[in-house]
């Protein structure tokens, strides 16, 4: 199994960014997807979410700039973030969950990618 994630980088404020993350080793369309970031002394938090299905979850502090998608054709899941903010200075990573009901029953990790805010 793995999770290569890419497109992070150096960005300015307000600036965009598309983050990818190529999976193989695994059947994709029966994965949840999401990204995670983690800040330098910070715990890693959900970002957002896109399920099997196609329905997507953000949390609110990039509600309105960052969207998930997923092109199961390509095993690929992306972060479209628009009007990038300082704040949004984190290590991202890719998780693939298999659900059978509300119980997790796959769980993997990219390796993350840095993305860097600053002027």
């Known amino acids: 199994v793995q999770l290569v994630e890419s497109g992070g980088g150096l960005v300015q404020p307000g600036g965009s960014l598309r983050l990818s993350c190529a999976a193989s080793?695994?059947?994709?369309?029966?994965?949840?997807m999401s990204w995670y970031r983690q800040a330098p002394g910070k715990e890693r938090e959900l970002v957002a979410t896109?399920?099997?299905?196609?329905?997507?979850t953000n949390a609110d502090s990039v509600k309105g700039r960052f969207t998930i998608s997923r092109d199961n054709a390509k095993n690929t899941v992306y972060l479209q973030m628009n009007s990038l903010k300082p704040e949004d200075t984190a290590v991202y990573y890719c998780n693939a969950r298999l659900l059978g009901g509300v119980v997790t029953l796959k769980n993997y990790w990219g390796q993350g990618t840095q993305v860097t805010v600053s002027s």
């Open positions: 080793g695994f059947i994709f369309s029966s994965y949840a």
């Open positions: 896109i399920t099997n299905t196609g329905g997507s």
